[in-house]
Antibody
Framework: QVQLVQSGAEVKKPGASVKVSCKAS????????IHWVRQAPGQGLEWMGW????????NFAQKFRGRVTMTRDTSISTAYMELSRLGSDDTAVYYC???????????WGQGTLVTVSS | IQLTQSPSSLSASVGDRVTITCRAS??????LAWYQQKPGKAPNLLIY???TLQSGVPSRFSGSGSGTDFTLTISSLQPEDFATYYC?????????FGGGTKVEIK
């Protein structure tokens, strides 16, 4: 069965970086995009971008350009999202999700809580 | 593209028919999805392409609309349907979500 398993919770200081992983199983990793979506406490969903694991190509929301890096390691079917220059407003649960080229996210990871606090 | 969901919350009883609307700030054809999210869990895809039911989703859920106005309908609310529902547009970058509609027990 399709599974996306994310890395554990992180606590970071303002100005630091965080790297979250998303390990895929149960399907051909290079056949689907991996999206990253975040959700601040008590708030709605915010799309950050996607990576095409086949080509490594990416598409980010303008808000995050220059601060986010999305990479993948096809040998272990894992995608990564790194966010730099963290501020308190980056405190959120970060989700990975897969989609076909249609972009509809049909499977999601369990989420990774990133807390930014001094 | 801004997506405005209404209402932001509603109270309903088991067996009620529930309708949630999502309005886009400009036309998005039928590139719209609906997700259900329960507390502490990841979103779950219910509807894609505005009206296509995702595999495994109960048939009491349905979606309609195109252009700027969309609706999600639950024909007979069940106890497991109490959750927050989000629409998402996929016609323009950045992909955007509506603000959510929380469905609570009356």
């Amino acid at each position: 069965q399709v599974q996306l398993v994310q890395s554990g919770a992180e606590v970071k200081k303002p100005g630091a970086s965080v790297k979250v992983s998303c390990k895929a199983s149960g399907y051909t990793f290079t056949g689907y995009y991996i999206h990253w979506v975040r959700q601040a406490p008590g708030q709605g969903l915010e799309w950050m971008g996607w990576i095409n694991p086949n080509s490594g190509g990416t598409n980010f929301a303008q808000k995050f350009r220059g601060r986010v890096t999305m990479t993948r390691d096809t040998s272990i079917s894992t995608a990564y999202m790194e966010l730099s220059r963290l501020g308190s407003d980056d405190t959120a649960v970060y989700y990975c999700a897969r989609s076909s080229t249609s972009l509809y996210s049909d499977y999601w990871g369990q989420g990774t809580l990133v807390t930014v606090s001094s | 593209i801004q997506l405005t969901q209404s209402p932001s919350s509603l109270s309903a009883s088991v067996g009620d028919r529930v309708t949630i609307t999502c309005r886009a700030s400009q036309g998005i054809s039928s590139y719209l999805a609906w997700y259900q999210q329960k507390p502490g869990k990841a979103p779950n895809l219910l509807i894609y392409a505005a009206s296509t039911l995702q595999s495994g989703v109960p048939s009491r859920f349905s979606g309609s609309g195109s252009g700027t106005d969309f609706t999600l309908t639950i024909s007979s609310l069940q106890p497991e349907d109490f959750a927050t529902y989000y629409c998402q547009q996929l016609n323009y970058y950045p992909l955007t979500f509506g603000g959510g509609t929380k469905v609570e027990i009356k």
